[in-house]
């Protein structure tokens, strides 16, 4: 009995294996050859035919018919907006006008809803992820290469020669080419052209009153500080944390193609963008931190700065007498517009690095936009809207100022006057929506628009005549992003020391740090640009 | 029938062999060489859902469900990536308790309630097997469904093995039935039937844990997925354990080290100190000293981890700070905190204790509140001190009460106090070698990278592994001592 | 009776009065210091920093935070309301489910208590979580994905049966089972009265989840209507800092946000109602024993 139930378990398991077995070890192509042998006869005459379809099928992009196509409006359609920031407190009132007027014309509603400010990035990402948002607000700085190329946005160029050929003609091939990724259009940028171009911002009445130089170069910034610390040594210079980019600075120097820092510590002049050269293994690198640790120890800044966190108004509340990161024509504006409030004896000047280094332009289109989401309900109408929203002055004006006579007024210069803080200036935080026709102009965009004339001139003399060479480019980090990290989180950890100048031996500490970052394998990261890079300088002809 | 089912070989029932075999069987044809999946009409099917031929030359014509999961990957079919993870868990749960059904079998151990376990152990091992294969027949007709035609076909095992289990489930079933009668014992619906109300309390939690914990479990998939808008977090493409690499380049090791050292010094230090000032405000005579103090020791917990940063700044920074006044005004020199990594897991660690003290406190004082006033007297009259009372009645008598708090946070002890790090220590790379755990590290590399879903839940997943192991030996060593002090 | 005190006694009263003193004020001194940083001008704790008392005594931080008092009090009022119907309710299931998994007769208790502890270990992060309250169940925007989340927590679950083992011995409940007892019965009339620490305890650390909350409105809010304290001040106060570390074109409306002393401010507003109902509940848990406590 036992023999007899041993044999016949051992059968039943060796015929069951048997008719699963076997299958597991042959290559699927084998069988793929043999299909394709004996069906290849029978596909000469299917592949005439499919080259005709896709001969049919390309046609050139961009050029529109010129007519918008009429729209089917029988449904109404309940858009959602996503804007960034905080929603103003007379958000319901502003949106009931704008959905009449857009029932009224498309039979559409839109509602803002806001990401707040706290953990904004998060949310953004969230909200794309999960979809149930139509437009979007999107801005090279929020994310949008990667977001675009990942197929976050619907391709625009269909939807704009079907439904808004004209503001196609209004923005202009120019802008929209900038806002492309990998070729394709993901967002409509704002009719707006606007300086954001970094630079320094100081204290000009103590310049003034010590005869010290205009911080126009990287020695006579040395000599400008070292003589209000002369002068005055209680006075805190520089108000530094670790979140900042104190690399900035050496724009000056060097006539680099962006402001931010070029990534992997590469160098390219904007004159010569396909010359791609080194810069944290070179010697420039060293004596520049060395002149970073010079002005640290000079007491510049803090010692402790590496933790701290940033003052927001250090200028003003007398912390600092500079800034040198982030600082652009708006932000200083703004500033000056507040010392004449609270400190009128205190003066303020701006410096963009590209006075001196002759690199200047005006932010990349892709600075502020409006795409829409591969969750689109309707993605045709939503078109639609953004061209409403940015072209149609009456809607633009709503959602730019809120309602006129209530929120504001113009007054008799045409200038826009607050009326009610419910309302502020840009409330629905819609810069996406900014039209230079339609401009609410207030008291310091006069100041600002001088400024931007200032630049444009300068602007006109660069090899690409006011063109933002950098900002359109996306990289795509995917194949080395293991890489990626690890050199993130070295130059976290070894370079922002470094910057603020508190290691105590230069030579050594650069010397560890170019080490970590070759183990990080900062090589592999610098091939996958500089060929992204160059590919993209010869799609758009910089040469 | 029954009687032959009974009947003894090998010094085991007859029917608790036969299923053992089936168990025996279920294993055998689930392993790797045996495919559960055929790949069918390979020449219309590449093409369609995109296996150029080149791709084909990695991809086999049969699958188990081990590596089905390859086939995902380099055929690039993300969209049935969840369903093949899915197949890859219940088999691994079917192994286990097939295994478990067989060691039972094999060890043939008499306990109190007879054979009742092991028939228990039985029908779970068959009811695994028989959801494995239906899932796997599920499968076949989704992943057909989502390529438009019939790719995959299910192979004849996975038939046979369902006809098989259902048969020995039968066999056990029935054996079970006589075993139960024997020994009064209940299933689980005449279990029901008895503590219905029982059941019925635990109605909500269900609910709860469902909604809030289980459904949203499926997301650990997304830590083998490379994440992209156009797929969807559904459908992106698979890509093994290369999520996981991130973490390695990190120096995981080091990562590890500060997370459990900060951890184990947390966990231990902290009850400690919350013990000893339990019992110093429960035995202070002064009620409004006691309920003042006690206040007071809890205001810490409002202060947030942003705030304290701050204050902390200002105590500690090298120019005005507080610390440096009072250190060179006694003639020293000033310390450089932010820029010396030694001072700062003692900072770290004090700052923690500071903050969660008389929260953790509140547990103590309640516990001690519950001991019987009675017991005191008692050792009163026999003539104990205060210190003696304590350490004989009030210390074991919190044994419970610690052992439990002590064996809970081992499961988080991969996990770190996220603010407390990342405000405290800012952004200075300077103190990363000895401040950075897992979290932050996670945190900044997931920051620059908009797309990192895969990375964040890989790492997670990490953490909960590691967790889950030391949790559950810690566990099951304690239940072998003091089966009341333990978790589960 | 005059309880003659012995000499042991004076030595542990010395230490614990010296340990908890010097406890107390390590605590409560940086909270002191935030109380005073409210109510000094911002100007001059960015340039002197912080101190015990208050200098250049002036409201403006608390000003802000009550600028528009509506929104604050409907902060408030939505923080009081998930405050109290997440206790209430969570202690409820809390102790029911504690409860049963304390029952010796409950035979799946281990693997009833495994599956809640396991939720701890595993997750499968925020985005699923997320996904399930704002898609699956469509609720995103209304309260309940603000107030469900907090109800239960594994710790404190594992802390009520703690609780309950420890005060009700078994013999007790046996023989209320052998005069014919339910389980409802032993639950109300046996269990609850016994667990005053430990009721209070854990609805004292429920309450506080729910007060100090800000990350649910975060993500499920539409409206300002449901948003939690925690959050409107966060948000007030990441409006600024945000604004000004974001690259985009001039935005006039920038008020004059006196962002230092105002997170201090949002501190003392936070805690401020807590400290107010804290002694309540400290009575269950701080209580001499010394003195003749009896078990009720």
Known sequence: MKKKLLSLLLATAMTASLAGCGGGGKSAADAMDEAQESAASGQEGQADQTQQESQAKTEPAGEGNGEAKELDTSERVDLVVYQLGDAPADEAKVEEKINEILLEKLNVTVDFQFTTWVDWQQKYSLQLTTGGVDLVYTANWSEYGKLASSGAFLPLDDLLNTVSPEMRKTLGEDALNQCRVNGELYTIPCNYLEYTCNGILYREDLREKYDLPAPNTVENIEAYLTGIKENEPEQQLLDVSGQENMGQVFNFKYPWVTFTGIPYGLSINYDTPTEVEDYWFSDDFTDDMKTMKKWADMGFWSRSALSNTPQEEALENGLAVMYFSGYNPAKAVGVKAKLEETHPDWKVEYIAFGETNGVIFPANRQTNGTAISKDCKDPERAMKVIELLLMDEELNHLAMGGIEGEHYELDENGIYQNLSDKFPYGGFNTWNLYNKDYWLSTETSAELNEMFAKYEELGAKTKFPNTDIFGGFTEDTSAYATEYSAVQNVCDQYLKPLQIGTVDDVDAAVAQFREKLKEAGIEACREGFKEQWLAYCEQYGYK | MEERLERKIWGRKTGVVMTAAVSAIAFILSLPFVSWVKVVNISSLFPKIGISREAAADLYQGYSIFNLLDFVQKGGQGKIGLYAMILLMLLIAAWYFNLAYLWKAVRNKKRKDGDLGLYAAGRLAMLSVLLLAGASVGFVAFSNSRFGMKGFSASPVIYLLSVLCIMAYAVIKRMEKKERELYHEHGLLKEIRKNWVLFLMLVPTFVYFMINSYLPMVGIYYAFTNFNFRDGLWASPFVGMKNFEFLLKGDLFRLTRNTVLYNVAFILLGNVLQIIFAILVSQVSKKWFQKTSQTLMFMPYFVSFVLLKVLVYNLFEYDYGLVNNIVTSLGGDKIDFYNTPAYWPFLIVLFNLWKGIGYGMVVYLASIMGIDGELYEAAKVDGANVFHQIRYITLPLLKPTFIILLLYSLGGIMKGQFELFYQMVGNNGVLYNVTDIIDTYVYRITMTQPLSIGLGTAAGLYQSVFGFVIVVVTNWLIKRKNPQYALF | ?296
């Open chain 3, 1 to 296: 009776m005059k309880v003659k005190i012995s000499k042991s006694m004076i030595v542990f009263q010395c230490i614990a009065y010296v340990l908890l003193a010097l406890g107390a004020v390590v605590c409560v001194a940086p909270f002191l210091i935030i109380l005073s940083g409210s109510l000094t001008d911002d100007a001059i704790i960015i340039k002197e920093g912080y101190s015990i008392l208050p200098r250049g005594f002036t409201l403006a931080a608390y000003e802000t935070i009550f600028k528009v008092p509506g929104e604050i009090l409907q902060a408030y009022k939505m923080t009081i309301f998930y405050t109290v119907v997440g206790t209430v309710l969570g202690l409820l299931m809390i102790t029911l489910t504690a409860y049963v998994i304390s029952r010796k007769e409950f035979k799946y208790r281990n693997q009833v208590s495994f599956l809640i502890y396991f939720t701890t270990l595993f997750g499968g992060g925020m985005i699923p979580w997320y996904l399930m309250y704002a898609n699956v169940l469509n609720l995103k925007g209304s309260t309940f994905p603000i107030w469900f989340p907090g109800l239960m927590s594994p710790f404190l679950i594992i802390l009520m049966r703690t609780f309950i083992s420890e005060s009700v011995p078994d013999a007790i409940t046996e023989s209320a089972k052998l005069d014919g007892a339910g389980h409802v019965t032993i639950f109300f009339r046996i269990i609850l009265p016994v667990l005053g620490p430990g009721l209070a305890t854990v609805g004292l650390f429920l309450a506080l989840g729910y007060w100090n909350d800000w990350y649910r409105s975060s993500m499920f809010s539409v409206s300002q209507d449901t948003w939690e304290l925690q959050f409107y001040l966060y948000n007030l106060l990441n409006a600024s800092s945000s604004m000004k570390q974001m690259a985009q074109s001039a935005n006039i409306a920038m008020t004059d946000i006196p962002t230092q002393s105002m997170k201090l401010a949002m501190a003392v507003v936070v805690t401020g109602p807590v400290l107010l109902f804290y002694p309540f509940v400290q009575r269950y848990f701080v209580s001499g024993i010394t003195v003749g406590a009896v078990k009720g």
